[in-house]
C-alpha cells in the first residue's frame, strides 16, 4: 500500500518568508500528484497537480516539484502571508487506481 | 451547480442509527469518490464510482457501509448502526476523465454519540 509521509507536521513562520514542505511516498509507480489546501472546517482545495511525467508545475507564489525515483515532491510557498495559513495535503495516485492516498498534512500558520 | 455539493454538512447520530450522506457533484462529471477524514489526519479512500458503476469499494471500512449512485449522478453513502469511531469528516469528491483533478465538497461531518 503506498504510504505519504509530510514533514513539518506544523509550521509557524512570520509573514513575507519563503518556505517548504515536504512530501515522501513509498511507491514510485505513480500516475500523479497533488497538493490541496485546506481550510477549518472546509473541503479541500486543488492547488498543483504534476503529472508522472513532469517535474515540477507552478501556480503564482506556489512551486511544487516532483522526484519519482527518489519518492519526494516539495511544496514551495514564496513571500508567505497570512492568508496562506491552512492545511496542505500531499496526494498521490498509484498506476493501480484511482483513489488518492493523502499524507496527514502539514499546518501552515504564517504570523502578521 | 459550481462546485460539488454536500448534505447534511452536520449531522449528530446516536449510536445504532442508520445515516444516509448526500453528494452531488460537478455536473458532467463521470468520477465521484467518498474519502473519511478522521481528526487530525489526512482523507482516506472509501469508494469510487465511474457514471454509476462502483468499481472499486476497497476503502469501506465494513458492510455497514454502502454507497451507490444509481443514475451517474447524485451518490449517497449510507452507513448502518452507526458507531462512534464512524465520527468523521465525509468528503465527497468528483473529477472528469483522464488525468484529472479531483474537486472536493465541504464535506459532512458526523458525530456519533
Known amino acids: 500500500k503506498q504510504e505519504v509521509t509530510q514533514i513539518p507536521a506544523a509550521l509557524s513562520v512570520p509573514e513575507g518568508e519563503n518556505l517548504v514542505l515536504n512530501c515522501s511516498f513509498t511507491d514510485s509507480a505513480i500516475y500523479n500528484l497533488q497538493w490541496f489546501r485546506q481550510d477549518p472546517g472546509k473541503g479541500l482545495t486543488s492547488l498543483l497537480l504534476?503529472?508522472?511525467?513532469?517535474r515540477e508545475q507552478t501556480s503564482g507564489r506556489l512551486n511544487a516539484s516532483l522526484d519519482k525515483s527518489s519518492g519526494r515532491s516539495t511544496l514551495y510557498i514564496a513571500a508567505s502571508q497570512p492568508g496562506d495559513s491552512a492545511t496542505y495535503l500531499c496526494?498521490?495516485?498509484?498506476?493501480?487506481?484511482?483513489?488518492?492516498?493523502f499524507g496527514k498534512g502539514t499546518s501552515l500558520l504564517v504570523t502578521p | 451547480g459550481a462546485g460539488v455539493s454536500q448534505s447534511p454538512r452536520y449531522k449528530v447520530a446516536k449510536r445504532g442509527q442508520d445515516v444516509a450522506l448526500r453528494c452531488d457533484p460537478i455536473?458532467?462529471?463521470?468520477?465521484l469518490f467518498w474519502y473519511q477524514q478522521a481528526l487530525g489526519q489526512g482523507p482516506e479512500f472509501l469508494t469510487y464510482?465511474?457514471?454509476?458503476?462502483?468499481?472499486?469499494k476497497s476503502g469501506l471500512p465494513s458492510d455497514r457501509f454502502f454507497a451507490e449512485r444509481p443514475e451517474g449522478s447524485v451518490s449517497t453513502l449510507k452507513i448502518q448502526r452507526t458507531q462512534q469511531e464512524d465520527s468523521a469528516v465525509y468528503l465527497c469528491?468528483?473529477?472528469?476523465?483522464?488525468?484529472?483533478?479531483?474537486?472536493f465538497g465541504p464535506g459532512t461531518r458526523l458525530l456519533v454519540l
Open positions: 504534476i503529472q508522472s511525467s513532469q
Open positions: 496526494a498521490v495516485r498509484s498506476n493501480s487506481g484511482y483513489a488518492l492516498n
Open positions: 464510482f465511474q457514471n454509476e458503476a462502483q468499481l472499486d
Open positions: 455536473s458532467g462529471h463521470v468520477s
Open positions: 469528491a468528483s473529477s472528469s476523465m483522464g488525468p484529472e483533478t479531483q474537486y
